[in-house]
């Protein structure tokens, strides 16, 4: 029902014009009605699908909200090849993958943990490079990730990795050399009976390498010392050309002259000076006669209380044999005392000058030798008398028999006792002439 808007009666709805007046009624009450109950409807159907869109994007929010986290391996891994070609390593590991991890996992997951690490017995991850070792330039090696994403889940995060190729590069080049090229050996003692160190170390370059020495003990000129290389590989891109190698022991070692024919005019004349020296008593032989040992034996009455009569500052008109004796014992070994020895027979003129002796300003020719040894040539290739010059026996001259034929008799049994412990004897030319005759 509605009232016309001319006479105020009341009109039926479906009526067209009023009862009362005629007049004709207006549908805008009833177009706004109709209007309004559609504008009612839509906005009803508005409301119900902003709900909906509401209800959608709640549950997106939770959705993405309670979705697993990804972390991507290959944004974590680090390679490192170092090394020399043909010999290089490899090595891959995790950089920053806790921190990645710790940061992933959700507030409300992390705070159910007693303890954030608790959190790593859900993680289970690995890297690895198809070959670590005795890598090359243009070597193609491939990096594997493992995961578990079953249990990385429960701690709201998941990985991923891809397999990836890499080709290895940037290596420096191996430097082969022969470690043993300028190796020299150092010898202790004389041969026969050299020694040298059992273990040596060669440097090369910035590399060090350990090597055995055998034999190392009781060498001779020329036998011959294997070395052998202990250290394995490559040292600081240096590797051995080979691992192995023998080498004699030198003839300029120190060695026993056992073979009298290498002794030079020098030597001889090395010697006769030594002697003349020592007869004198000069430097630097002024000690090495003392009259505690000297043995002098005389055709005269000559006693112990005046030995002292041979003042060797007055000693003159030394003179030496044209030849001298040499023993060698060919068989040598460490109880051996006589290895070489060379027996020397000299004469000079001294004059007593002890004012208090009945003989002051008598004039003595006198006879003696001396056993001078082991000879040695040492590495400098300086002959060394190792004894000392020890052994001088002194025979005085005197009215009394022949002197000289007591002096040979007394150097026949010295000789005897000497080729006991070396039987090989020499006759050396010691004028420097070089001669050596071997006396059977």
Known sequence: ??????????????????????????????????????????????????????????????????????????ECRKIEIDGYDGVGNGNVYFLDLSKKIEEAVPDRIMKKMKDPSDIYQYIDVNVE?????????????????????????????????KKEKITVKGLKKVKTVDIFKDLELKFEGTAPDLST????????????????????????????????????????????????????VPDTAGHYVTDPSELTAEDMQEIKDGLTKMLKGEEPYEDRLDHSWMAIKSLEDVTDNNLEFYSRETASNITFSDTAEYFVNES?????????????????????????????GKTYHIYGYTILGPIVRCSDGKLQIEDDWDGIVFYI?????????????????????????????????????????QIK
């Open 129 to 161: 490079l198809s070959k670590y070792s005795e890598l090359s330039n243009g070597d193609k090696i491939t990096v594997t990730y493992k995961y578990d994403n079953e249990k990385a889940k429960k701690v709201g995060i998941k990985f991923k990795g």
């Open 332 to 360: 040598y070994n460490e109880y051996t005392e006589n290895v070489t020895d060379m027996l020397i027979r000299f004469e000079l003129d001294d004059t007593v000058e002890d004012e208090e002796s009945d003989k002051c």
């Open 197 to 248: 160190e059992s273990e040596i170390i060669i440097e090369q370059d910035d590399a060090s390498f350990w090597c055995t020495v055998s034999p190392c003990e009781d060498l001779d000129i020329g036998d011959e010392i294997t070395i052998e290389c202990t250290t394995e590989g490559m040292v600081n891109g240096i590797k051995p050309e080979k691992l192995k190698t023998t080498v004699k």
């Open 1 to 74: 029902m509605g009232k016309c808007k001319k006479c105020g009666v009341e009109v039926p709805k479906e009526a067209m014009f009023c009862p009362n007046c005629g007049a004709g009624v207006s549908k805008e009450a009833s177009v706004e009605k109709l209007s309004g109950g559609k504008g009612r409807r839509k906005k009803k159907y508005a409301m119900i699908g902003g709900g909906i869109g509401a209800i959608l994007f709640i549950l997106l929010v939770i959705f993405v909200s309670t979705r697993p986290k990804v972390i991507d391996l290959n």
């Open 397 to 437: 001259s005197g009215t009394m028999g022949n002197v000289r034929e007591k002096v040979e008799k007394d150097i026949n049994e010295e000789v005897d006792k000497i080729m006991r412990d070396a039987p090989t004897r020499y006759v050396v030319a010691f004028d420097g002439s070089g001669k050596v005759e």
